[in-house]
Every structure is written in structure tokens, then in C-alpha cells.
């Protein structure tokens, strides 16, 4: 009997594999338009690169690139640690007129972005909550690098980010400005230090510090169905906001996953298309219980169904490990799904 039950829950599950691309189909007239386009930007910057040759200006501008990049990394840090926080009565506070002024510029760079990119239709519905009523923004479904930059739209947020950001200096930057926090997917202390700093910053008397956005799936998947939601969003045991973001071009040239195309493919496609459109929907604040509150996980599974629901789509026990085991088994010249066994549910059983 052990070894059906266990054969029985690494089946595959019902829903589709959420860690591979759906796929981009062109039509004749749009590999015309994209060819265009792709041949447009590339004389472009070689005749910007012929300008610089031309000028004997080019070893010259490397060594500005080196001059700023150090000055950027070395400067950002001196800033964000000496101006950002300061010591008052033995806890960090934000300075708030650096801090406000920097958050600005931060804002106003992810709009940049997003019009640069071609979202020129953001349809937003509902009301982002204020921070007294929700200090921790829910958002899913987590599938896309522009996830971030959509959420920037209508309030600074703070976000978490990996552990391997910490290493490079441009990202580390703009953390520190972001005032995010870092995580990490393998080390289990450096987790437990994550969920103190993100109780620390819900505290209901950090009045300081931002709104903290998270993406409790914790990967990217492809919108066809939820990941599992970690807990560590929903350990404080605090009232959450959950946001939903939808794509809804015809081409779906946002999806980041294991099993598709790379970010630079995706950013390329992305601004070869001429106008984009996004969904932001803010669902009203869930309050929990106090059932809820004593599990971070049954906390986590009703907030998750409250966001299917909305999007009428499946929730599966997929999580970043099973996309770990999926690309491995795609490395070994095995069938992806071979590695697809729902591992938070066989956690859970074992």
C-alpha cells in the first residue's frame, strides 16, 4: 500500500506543464514588421558605434563606462547606508527627505520604462490600499520581468528579491534605494533573517518604511494555472492586499520561464511590437482570521484560491522546486514533465 501511495502522488498532475513558453506564431506581415524594426534598431546603433570610432572616442568611452559604473556602485552605497538610515534610539529609521526624493527618481524610472517598452494601455481597477491598511501587496500571477514595473505605476513599493542581486552592484543600488529585502531559495538562516526583517517592516509602528510588494509564488510560471504560495508572506498574520496582473496582447512576449525564451529574446520581441496592454486589478484587502493567523499556510491557500477565482484558473502544488527538477530532467535528455511531482504537496505528505 506505501509504495501505490507513493506512486500515485509523482503522477503528473491535471493541469499543464506552468513552467514552459505557450509559444510565439507569427504571421507573414508581422515577421515583415519585426524584421523592420529588428533591422532598424541594429543600424542604429551601429551608426552610433561608427560615431564613436569615428571620433577616436571609443576607448575614451569604455573608460567613462568603468569611471561611472564604480562611481555608481560606490557612490549608491555610501548614500543609501549614510542617507538613507539613520541610528535613533536604537532602531532604523528612514531619513525621509532623501529617502522621498530617491523613491521619486526610482518611480519615475520604472514609468520611463514602462512607456519605453510600449505599454501604452495600463487599465487599472480597483484602489491600491494605503499603508494603514495593508502593509504587504499580494501580486500574482508571477510570470513576467515587467511584473515589477507595472506595479510601480501607482505607489512606490518595496520588493524582495534574490539573494544573487546582492552581488551585483547596479541591482544592489537600487535595493538599497528600493529598500527591498533579499531572500534566498537554498539557505534556510538566511530565510529565517528574511521573515524577521519582513515582520519588522509590517510592524504597525514602522510608519517609515514603504509597502512591501511580494510575489509568494516565488518563480515564474506561464498564467496557466497558481503556484504554490510560500508563507513567508503571510507569517506576521497581517491584513494583505491581493493584485492580480493580467497581459492581454495577442502575442505573448512577457513570460519568463525555465522551458522558453531568454530575457534578452523576450525584451527584443517586446519592443518590436508597437503598443501593449496590462490589467492591474486590486481586490479588497483580506483580513484574516484567527484560525488563519495560526497557519501562515492555510493563510496562504485561501488567499491563493481568492486570486483563482478572480482569474478562473487552476491551482496546482507546483512550486520553484519543481522547476529546479524540471530543467534537470530536460538536461539529461529526459521529458520535462519526468520531473514535475507537485513537491510542495510530497513535502507535505512525507
Known sequence: MATTSKRHRLTPASV?????????????????????????????????????????AFGWHIHCSYTTYYYFYYSNLWWSHKLLTKKDHSRTTTCKTTSRCLRDWYR?????LVYLLGFQKVTTIGKLANS????IIIAAPHSSIYDVLLMQLSRFLAIIGRQEFHNNPILHSIY????????????????????????????????????LLIFPEGTHGNRSCLLTFKTGAFIPGIPVQPVVIRYVNELDTYTHTFGGYTRLQLLLYTVCLFKHEAIIEYLPVYHPNDEERKSPQLYANN???????????????????????????????????????????LNREL
Request: glycine share 4%; aromatic share 12%.
Open 132 to 135: 494603514n491598511q495593508a502593509k
Open 108 to 112: 519615475f524610472g520604472c514609468v520611463l
Open 176 to 211: 538599497a534605494i528600493n529598500q527591498g529585502i533579499y531572500i534566498s531559495r537554498s539557505t534556510s538562516s538566511y530565510n529565517k533573517k528574511t521573515i524577521k526583517k519582513i515582520i519588522k517592516n509590517t510592524d504597525k509602528y514602522a510608519e517609515s518604511w514603504p509597502q
Open 303 to 345: 488567499v491563493r484560491n481568492l486570486i483563482s477565482e478572480t482569474l478562473f484558473i487552476q491551482t496546482t502544488d507546483y512550486a520553484y522546486e519543481d522547476a529546479c527538477l524540471f530543467v534537470n530532467a530536460v538536461a539529461y535528455h529526459l521529458p520535462g514533465e519526468t520531473g514535475l511531482i507537485e513537491f510542495s504537496k
Open 16 to 56: 499543464s506543464n506552468p513552467f514552459i513558453h505557450p509559444g510565439i506564431k507569427l504571421t507573414f506581415r508581422r515577421r515583415i514588421e519585426w524584421t523592420v524594426l529588428v533591422h532598424s534598431h541594429i543600424r542604429h546603433f551601429s551608426a552610433n558605434l561608427s560615431i564613436c570610432m569615428d571620433l577616436d
